[in-house]
C-alpha cells in the first residue's frame, strides 16, 4: 500500500547513474595533494585512516562532490557512500537525483535501509557486480518532498548521535592503549591505596612464562560436538565471536560430559585461565578471553593458566598489549607455540601493583564497553525509525513555514 500523498516511483525515473572509470596504465599516482585531485577508491570509504591517493585531472575522471551518491559496484556491492571530493574508480558510481523529485538526504538514508536488497541484486560470480539496468527499476516510496526533507533531518540527527558515540569509543580505545603502555611497563606507577604513597621498588625482569603456563587445547572429535549441557564448556575459536564472550566465556556452543573428557583424555582449564587462539589467521586478531569456569578448549586453541604471583586481570590486559605476529612460525597457516610465548622478556610488579594496575584498566575496559552498548542501542533505534519513517508506518508532520 502506498501511503496516503505518497507515490511509487522506479529509481531510474529521477536518478541518473554514472560509473566511475578504469585507471589507465599513464596515470601518476602521487601520496601528495599537489595540484592533483584525489581518487577515490573503494577502500576509502570502507577502511580508517587509508592514505588518500591524487591524480592528474585526465579527461575521461568523473568527479564528485562530499554530497554526491556514490554506490560500491564490486565486493560491497550496494553500499552506499558519501563524504569525500575528487574522481571515482570503475568499481563506484555516482547517483544523481532529480532534486525536484527526491532530497538527496531521504535518498541516502533509502539506499542505507535497502542495502541488503540493493546487494543481493548482484550478480552470483565470484564477485558480485551491480549494474545500472538492476537498479532503475526498483521502485521507491517517495513523499512529498518537504516531508522527505523532515524525514532526512530527524535519521540525521540520529547520524550525529551514532557518529559522535563512535569518535568517544575510538578516542577511549586510544586512550586505553596509551595508558596500557604507561602502566604496563612501569613508566606510571599508581598510589598504593594502604600506604596512599605511589608505588615503590624496581619491578622483576623476567619472562611471561615466569607468571603464567601455557598450554595447547584438546582434539574435539565431530561424533561429540553439538552438546547443548554437561559438566564443562567445550569451546572453539569461534565461540569468542558469540555476543556474550565479549571478555569473559559465558557462552559456549558446545558441551561435554566428564566421561566423554576422559574418555578423549582433555582436561578442563581453570577459571581464570586466559585464552586464545593459537593457529590459522584468528591469532593475528590477538583477541583475549577470561574463562570464568572450568572449560575445555580445543587443539586449535592455547591457554594461560597464571600462577600465585600474577593477577589474572592484569596477565589479561598484559596479553592484550603483545603482539603474538612476532611469535608466528613460518609455514602456510600462522601458528604459534607454547616455548616462545614462555621465553618472550618483560618486566612485572608484585601482585599488589598489579590488582592495581589491573583495576584502572578494567575501569578503562567496562567506559567503552558501556558506549559500545549505547552504540549498538543507537544503532537499532535508528534501524527500527527508518522501517517506520521510510515505509510511512510513521509519519511526520511538516510545518507549513518548512514546507514554503
Not at 568499481?91 to 538526504?105: E, R, T, V
Not at 540520529?158 to 569518535?167: H, V
Not at 623476567?206 to 603456563?213: E, Y
Request: glycine share 6%.
Amino acid at each position: 500500500m502506498v501511503p496516503n500523498g505518497w507515490k511509487q516511483i522506479q529509481l531510474g525515473s529521477f536518478c541518473i547513474f554514472s560509473q566511475g572509470f578504469q585507471v589507465g596504465v599513464e596515470a601518476q599516482f602521487s601520496s601528495q595533494n599537489d595540484g592533483l585531485i584525489r581518487f577515490i577508491r573503494i577502500v576509502d570509504y570502507t577502511k580508517i585512516n587509508e592514505p588518500p591517493r591524487y591524480v592528474e585531472h585526465l579527461e575521461n575522471y568523473y568527479t564528485i562532490s562530499e554530497n554526491d551518491l556514490v554506490m560500491v559496484r564490486y565486493g560491497e556491492a550496494g553500499l552506499i557512500c558519501r563524504g569525500i571530493q575528487g574522481v571515482i574508480a570503475n568499481n563506484l558510481f555516482k547517483i544523481s537525483p532529480d532534486c525536484n523529485q527526491a532530497d538527496q538526504d531521504y535518498l541516502y538514508s533509502w539506499f542505507k535501509y535497502n542495502y541488503r536488497l540493493i546487494s543481493n541484486l548482484a550478480a552470483s560470480s565470484t564477485m558480485p557486480a551491480l549494474k545500472f539496468s538492476d537498479l532503475k527499476p526498483l521502485r521507491v516510496f517517495l513523499p512529498p518532498l518537504p516531508e522527505q526533507q523532515k524525514i532526512a533531518k530527524i535519521l540525521s540527527t540520529w547520524d550525529k548521535a551514532i557518529a559522535t558515540t563512535e569518535r568517544l569509543i575510538a578516542t577511549s580505545q586510544q586512550q586505553k592503549k596509551a595508558l596500557m603502555q604507561q602502566l604496563l611497563t612501569g613508566k606510571k606507577r599508581l598510589l598504593n591505596p594502604e600506604t596512599g604513597k605511589v608505588f615503590e621498588g624496581e619491578w622483576e625482569h623476567g619472562f611471561l612464562g615466569d607468571l603464567c603456563t601455557f598450554k595447547g587445547g584438546s582434539a574435539f572429535k565431530e561424533v561429540y560436538q553439538g552438546q547443548l549441557s554437561g559438566d564443562y564448556p567445550f569451546i572453539k575459536v569461534s565461540d569468542m565471536n558469540l555476543p556474550q564472550n565479549g571478555k569473559f566465556i559465558l557462552q559456549a556452543n558446545n558441551w561435554i560430559t566428564d566421561e566423554v573428557a576422559k574418555k578423549i583424555k582433555a582436561k578442563a582449564f581453570n577459571a581464570g585461565s586466559v585464552v586464545f587462539a593459537k593457529v590459522g589467521a584468528a591469532l593475528l586478531l590477538n583477541r583475549r578471553r577470561i574463562l570464568v569456569q572450568p572449560t575445555i578448549v580445543d587443539n586449535n586453541m592455547m591457554a594461560a593458566t597464571p600462577k600465585n604471583i600474577c593477577s589474572t586481570e592484569f596477565l589479561y590486559q598484559l596479553m592484550l598489549m603483545i603482539d603474538f605476529a612476532k611469535f608466528v612460525q613460518d609455514g602456510a597457516v600462522p601458528s604459534i607455540n607454547q616455548s616462545d610465548l614462555s621465553r618472550f622478556k618483560i618486566s612485572y610488579p608484585h601482585l599488589e601493583e598489579q590488582q592495581k594496575i589491573a583495576s584502572v584498566l578494567t575501569g578503562a575496559d567496562k567506559e567503552i564497553e558501556l558506549l559500545a552498548a549505547k552504540l549498538a542501542h543507537l544503532k537499532q533505534e535508528k534501524k527500527a525509525l527508518m522501517q517506520q519513517l521510510l515505509t510511512g508506518k510513521r509519519r511526520v508532520k511538516v510545518d507549513t513555514t518548512e514546507a514554503a
